[in-house]
Nanobody, 115 residues
Framework: VQLVESGGGLVQPGGSLRLSCAASGFTISNYYMSWYRQAPGKERELVATITSAGVAINYADSVKGRFTISRDNPKNTVYLQMNSLKAEDTAVYYC?????????WGQGTQVTVSA
């Protein structure tokens, strides 16, 4: 199982980014997939989840209406579209899948929102 995030970077407040999580070693459509983030000095928090049926759930209150999780089954890739970015969205963003009792993580991608 491997998860590889990409798409992070430096963006101004109000801007947009789309993160990608390319999965290998398993089929994403069989599992719930999630995005988490961790800001400096803070605990890792759940941002959003997409179910095996393709339904987006569990958006963090702080991102509702601004972020959208989606997936492309043929590409075996999960996305996080982030709009209206704020300074407080600055964090390392991680892709996650739980298979049986084990949680798999990617290496993370840095998102920095700053003027």
């Amino acid at each position: 199982v491997q998860l590889v995030e990409s798409g992070g970077g430096l963006v101004q407040p109000g801007g947009s980014l789309r993160l990608s999580c390319a999965a290998s070693g398993f089929t994403i459509s069989n599992y719930y997939m999630s995005w988490y983030r961790q800001a400096p000095g803070k605990e890792r928090e759940l941002v959003a989840t997409i179910t095996s049926a393709g339904v987006a759930i569990n958006y963090a209150d702080s991102v509702k209406g601004r972020f959208t999780i989606s997936r492309d089954n043929p590409k075996n890739t999960v996305y996080l579209q982030m709009n209206s970015l704020k300074a407080e969205d600055t964090a390392v963003y991680y892709c996650n899948v739980q298979i049986k009792a084990y949680k798999y993580w990617g290496q993370g991608t840095q998102v920095t929102v700053s003027a």
